[in-house]
């Protein structure tokens, strides 16, 4: 594929009027503030069964914070998820493509509000296979699957998600390069739409299963659908260093939403150490050296994450 810029992409649009576009931040820490209980394998995905309207505040609380793009509940919305709960192919279509219309219903309503900034967009999740499997792998990418196992768990995912009208797909927290190539193959079905990719790391060096960062940006420099590339759910320390690297293979805008500070351990799920929100905004300045052009937060992180860096970024 040609490297020239997708002219339909919503993320180039935005970045023609404004320095930065803020994501939002992390959707389950805000769910768990509206009394959803999260401590199942389908994490944010149950509360589509559950509780919809909380998850249409907490894209509310988040446009309202100050950001230009909110992310779907779809991380952990996938057929096969679904159907482990029961749940029809065509029940599980029908409450992936919920999840873009309570983003967008949402958007809508905060953007009546100031109808005068840049209309917000909304980004349709597609976690990794890892995921699903809720076992942690989504932090070391060694899955061990073919190719076709791949495209038969992403497509029809993605497929509901470009049908239902996201502006943009959210590719993110994916370990393994080889999962990127197949999603990016599924893109190619659908010639208008755009992604982002982030991955996982390993180190500032590398993502989570040990490919250098250099490879990765390689190997989706030529992708015009891919509309930026970087790193989620990563640490602090690593995202800068991470970002440095990307930027030195790669001409798509960086895009980087970590953790609070806190660090988070897979086998027992839970998160240790001290969120330090200081160090989070003072890094977004050298993020955006580094060549970041969309900045958000990932676990841990609320709209006052979202809050400042509006402060920062559009003051």
Not at 172 to 185: D, F, H, R, W, Y
Not at 247 to 264: A, F, H
Request: net charge negative; with cysteine; proline share 5%.
């Amino acid at each position: 594929m040609s490297n020239k810029q997708n002219r339909s992409n919503p993320i180039e649009a935005l970045l023609e009027k404004q320095s930065v576009v803020l994501l939002d931040g992390a959707l389950a820490t805000e769910l768990e503030s509206y009394g959803c209980d999260l401590d199942d394998p389908l994490w944010s995905a149950k509360v589509l069964l559950e509780k919809p309207e909380a998850i249409k505040a907490v894209h509310a609380s988040y446009y309202r914070a100050g950001a230009d793009i909110s992310i779907t509940a779809s991380y952990q919305a996938t057929i096969d998820g679904f159907a482990k709960r029961g749940l029809s192919e065509e029940e599980a279509v029908t409450l992936i493509r919920k999840t873009v219309t309570l983003a967008g219903e949402a958007r809508d309503e905060v953007w009546k509000e100031n109808p005068e900034r840049p209309r917000p967009l909304t980004a349709a999740s597609v976690g990794p296979y890892g995921a699903y499997l809720a076992d942690g792998s989504e932090y070391t990418g060694h899955y061990g699957v073919t190719d076709q196992l791949l495209y038969d768990f992403h497509q029809p995912r993605i497929q509901a998600l470009v049908e239902a009208g996201a502006d943009v797909l959210a590719v993110e927290t994916l370990p393994s390069l080889q999962e990127a190539k197949v999603i990016g193959s599924i893109l190619q079905e659908y010639p208008s739409a755009s992604a982002w990719i982030s991955f996982t790391l390993k180190d500032g060096q590398s993502i989570s299963e040990g490919i250098p960062l250099k490879e990765v940006a390689e190997a989706l420099e030529g992708s015009r659908q891919v509309a930026a590339i970087g790193v989620n759910c990563a640490t602090l320390e690593h995202a800068a260093e991470a970002l440095q690297e990307l930027g030195r293979y790669s001409t798509k805008p960086l895009i980087v939403y970590p953790n609070s500070g806190e660090d988070y351990n897979p086998e027992t799920k839970t998160w240790h150490g001290s969120i330090s929100r200081l160090d989070f905004h003072e890094q977004s300045s050298i993020w955006y050296e580094y060549g970041a052009r969309l900045i958000g937060g990932c676990c841990r992180t609320t709209p006052a994450h979202i809050k400042k860096l509006a402060e920062i970024w559009k003051s």
